[in-house]
């Protein structure tokens, strides 16, 4: 079936410009996650989305980033505002349930600020 | 809060060889761990899970052991092949929810 779906793949934007990561979950799945992986480093997480309860925004690393999942499917990551150093590859992951399930995650966008 | 570290940054191994990669966490409250396999430019891929009522679980050609005694947890990959050359993660869940914690990725390359 198909698996987590992401756009674009590659974003370059100028510094002070807003951006807009989308994300589609596996059909089905209630959990979406988002993380962020710097060159050479491991994933850090963002926020997560369970269902219709409030999403988890304590990895969120300033206000300049939000997020909004709709109908509890699709998802889209906002950034504005952005500065050379949110450059990354941003990743987005979904589960069944969020509870000791395997999260499966999309090919990422990858994110440059000039 | 938790953390999670690898040992061994780098692994090079030959072909046909077992290759072992280790990870130490913190939190002796977790009770999911995950090992992940990330190729260039691609998204992580799920190799093989355990959960913390398990101290041993194997997959093809993989084995993943978990000692929550001294919290730690390893991946065994049997008969390493060049395709098996990527970066590996392991992640650890926490009591909540699904949130993962990452450790930093061994980098594992397999030559011919």
């Known amino acids: 079936g198909a698996g987590v779906s992401q756009s674009p793949s590659n974003k370059v934007t100028e510094k002070g410009k807003d951006v807009e990561l989308r994300c589609d979950p596996i059909?089905?799945?209630?959990?979406l996650y988002w993380y962020r992986q710097s060159l050479g480093q491991g994933l850090e997480f963002l926020i997560y989305f369970q269902g219709n309860s409030a999403p988890d925004k304590s990895g969120l690393p300033s206000d300049r980033f939000s997020a909004e999942r709709t109908g509890g499917s699709v998802s889209t990551l906002t950034i504005q505002r952005t500065q050379q150093e949110d450059s990354a590859v941003y990743l987005c992951?979904?589960?069944?349930?969020?509870?000791?399930?395997?999260?499966?995650f999309g090919p990422g966008t990858r994110l440059l600020v000039l | 809060g938790e953390s999670v570290g690898l040992h061994l940054p780098t692994l090079s191994v030959q072909e046909g060889d077992n290759s072992i990669i280790n990870c130490a966490y913190s939190n002796s409250a977790s009770d999911y761990f995950i090992w992940y396999k990330q190729e260039s430019g691609k998204g992580p891929q799920f190799i093989i899970d355990?959960?913390?009522?398990?101290d041993k679980r194997q997959g093809q050609r993989v084995t993943v052991l978990l000692n929550k005694t001294v919290k730690h947890l390893s991946l065994q990959i049997a008969a390493t092949q060049p395709g098996d050359s990527a970066v590996y993660f392991c992640a650890v869940g926490g009591t909540s929810y699904g949130k993962l914690t990452f450790g930093q990725g061994t980098i594992l390359t397999v030559h011919p």
């Open positions: 059909s089905g799945h209630t959990a």
């Open positions: 992951a979904s589960s069944r349930t969020s509870r000791q399930e395997t999260q499966y």
């Open positions: 355990i959960r913390s009522n398990m």
